[in-house]
T-cell receptor
Framework: ETGVTQSPTHLIKTRGQQVTLRCSSQ?????VSWYQQALGQGPQFIFQ???????GRGNFPPRFSGLQFPNYSSELNVNALELDDSALYLC????????????FGQGTRLTVV | AQRVTQPEKLLSVFKGAPVELKCNYS??????LFWYVQYSRQRLQLLLR??SRESIKGFTADLNKGETSFHLKKPFAQEEDSAMYYC?????????????FGRGTQLTVWP
């Protein structure tokens, strides 16, 4: 059984650019959630994907978007990057049973300069 | 709206001392509560959840609906308990792993 993997681990982008972060969910999990963790803060829920459809969204603007693929892997896209988007982005997958327990990846550290 | 509050950003105790990490929540319904832990250079992982009523690594947490609290306790802290601890809430009915986190408490256990 493989865990949640994210790529890349680190990324530096310029303000105004676009970025795509990737996540492979844990084997057997069909739900993926994305979180943003700013320095010194707890993770904040961005959105969740279940069976390739967005299933709930936190308080984030539309320039944050996502996709889920048939193999349950997922992408997080952020357009028009702002300096405040600098954060650790975490992906978490949940088991098919729908339990609220989430399994996290190691995260992608995004720096916007 | 749901909110999770961890009033202590930093907490230090000596090895063998009791430790309590505080967590209060606000939510109009009946939530699921969790404690997640992040050891140095490791990923965020589940420590325990209130519905399990388990003791994990000597830690316990009791949901107090009257005080809307879910404090994490351990009677005798160990150096390996040093880590970042996050309290999290999942609204019932939303299912599927949507979590709302507190800001975290950094626990340091001194030898």
């Amino acid at each position: 059984e493989t865990g949640v993997t994210q790529s890349p681990t680190h990324l530096i982008k310029t303000r105004g650019q676009q970025v795509t972060l990737r996540c492979s969910s844990q084997s057997g999990h069909n739900t993926v959630s994305w979180y943003q963790q700013a320095l010194g803060q707890g993770p904040q829920f961005i959105f969740q994907y279940y069976r390739e459809e967005e299933n709930g969204r936190g308080n984030f603007p539309p320039r944050f978007s996502g996709l889920q693929f048939p193999n349950y892997s997922s992408e997080l896209n952020v357009n028009a990057l702002e300096l405040d988007d600098s954060a650790l982005y975490l992906c978490a997958s949940s088991p098919v049973s729908g339990a609220a327990e989430a399994f996290f990846g190691q995260g992608t550290r995004l720096t916007v300069v | 709206a749901q909110r999770v509050t961890q009033p202590e950003k930093l907490l230090s105790v000596f090895k063998g001392a009791p430790v309590e990490l505080k967590c209060n929540y606000s939510y109009s319904g009946s939530p699921e509560l969790f404690w997640y832990v992040q050891y140095s250079r490791q990923r965020l992982q589940l420590l325990l959840r209130h519905i399990s009523r388990e003791s994990i690594k000597g830690f316990t947490a009791d949901l107090n609906k009257g005080e809307t609290s879910f404090h994490l306790k351990k009677p005798f802290a160990q150096e390996e308990d040093s880590a970042m601890y996050y309290c999290a809430l999942s609204p019932r009915g939303s299912t599927l792993g949507r979590l709302y986190f507190g800001r975290g408490t950094q626990l340091t256990v001194w030898p």
